[in-house]
């Protein structure tokens, strides 16, 4: 999707001047300082991407940091972002392949999708913790070609680089679009249900607005705040197809056949059905298909549910917050909340006692 730069000119003004100071700083502060490695959070943001690629001109390791497995650890990315697709592919070979242990490496791989399905919190926000069990769409209909397909969160990853950009479709909407229209001549009897990624929830930009406003006669589109079960919905249907989503290869692990049409992470392990065209992806989806080999499944299950470096002084005690060295670490987010309550506490001191100037003056 391509946003429209005319109604978000200031926004970007200010995100480009954000980037280039930022890039110039660390350019100065490296060329006076010349340290041995940098270390900077995520990677994907203006003014961050700019710590990275002042680095990368000057030839200094930068150190990207992120969430780990779960709130007890962290993860580094030396000289990458974390979401390189080929540096992370090797990534997460690697780490399976290091495995001394094989049984506890299934078995921990394993109990990621185990966790998953069952909405346990780890290193993020679990968005199926509030939906109803077993629940399906009321129209779900047991005699048709059911295709589950699972969006994923574009938004996030529009930014990072060519590798992320996707190459059946312009966008999401565009695929599901197109997969409706022709699979009503491929297969009558298939029904397209899409499930609106539920972290999307509340949203209001085009694409969200876009996705809610599908309609065709052989598909449903599910609400990101709709109650119904993502995993009982998986399993009803007969074939997954996403564009990304984590839902994707979770499907190959619980046996279902997977049909991928964008980039992710776990693109190159393995399990999926991955057309080279809209047409082949038509195909796929309009027939019964076998579930692939879990292999790959496994290999991604396991890398998300044991990467990472324990911490050593900082011990959590949520998703944001925690104690360094038995001192409390208040949340950047709620300092941010309380400077904004702050702000707009004085904005109103100062509007009150202006219209009380103007009384007296009157």
Request: some cysteine; overall charge positive.
């Amino acid at each position: 999707p391509e946003p429209d730069l005319d109604a978000h000119r200031a926004l970007l003004v200010r995100l480009m001047r954000t980037a280039l100071r930022s890039y110039r700083a660390t350019l100065r502060y490296l060329d006076r300082q010349r340290p041995d490695r940098v270390y900077v959070f995520n990677g994907r943001f203006a003014g961050m991407r700019a710590v990275l690629r002042a680095c990368q001109a000057r030839q200094v390791d930068c150190h990207i940091h992120e969430r780990g497995c779960d709130n007890w650890h962290y993860d580094l990315f030396v000289n990458h972002l974390p979401h390189d697709l080929r540096e992370m592919d090797a990534a997460i070979q690697q780490h399976w392949s290091r495995a001394v242990d094989t049984v506890e490496r299934d078995t921990q791989a394993a109990q990621w999708f185990e966790d998953r399905r069952r909405g346990v919190e780890k290193n993020w926000h679990s968005f199926t913790g509030n939906q109803i069990a077993g629940s399906l769409p009321g129209n779900w209909r047991d005699d048709r070609h059911n295709i589950a397909l699972f969006c994923s969160s574009e938004h996030e990853f529009n930014a990072i680089g060519p590798s992320w950009k996707m190459d059946l479709y312009a966008g999401q909407n565009d695929g599901i679009r197109r997969l409706a229209q022709d699979l009503k001549t491929a297969n009558p009897q298939a029904h397209l249900y899409v499930r609106l990624h539920p972290g999307l929830a509340g949203g209001d930009n085009s694409y969200i607005n876009e996705a809610r406003s599908l309609t065709a006669d052989n598909m449903t589109v599910i609400p990101p705040e709709e109650p119904l079960d993502t995993y009982s919905i998986m399993q009803a249907c007969d074939t997954v197809v996403s564009f990304g989503s984590s839902v994707g290869i979770e499907a190959v692990y619980w046996g279902k056949p997977s049909v991928l049409l964008g980039p992710c992470q776990y693109r190159y392990l393995g399990g999926t059905y991955q057309p080279a065209t809209h047409a082949e992806a038509v195909e796929l989806l309009a027939r019964p298909l076998p579930a692939q080999e879990r292999t790959g499944a496994l290999i991604f299950g396991y890398w998300l549910q044991t990467r990472g470096i324990r911490y050593q002084y900082f011990e959590p005690t949520s998703l944001f917050g925690g104690k360094f060295k038995g001192r409390v670490v208040h949340p950047p987010i709620e300092k941010a909340r309380g400077f904004k309550r702050l702000r707009k506490n004085l904005s109103r001191l100062g509007r009150d006692a202006l219209k009380l100037l103007r009384r007296r003056a009157a």
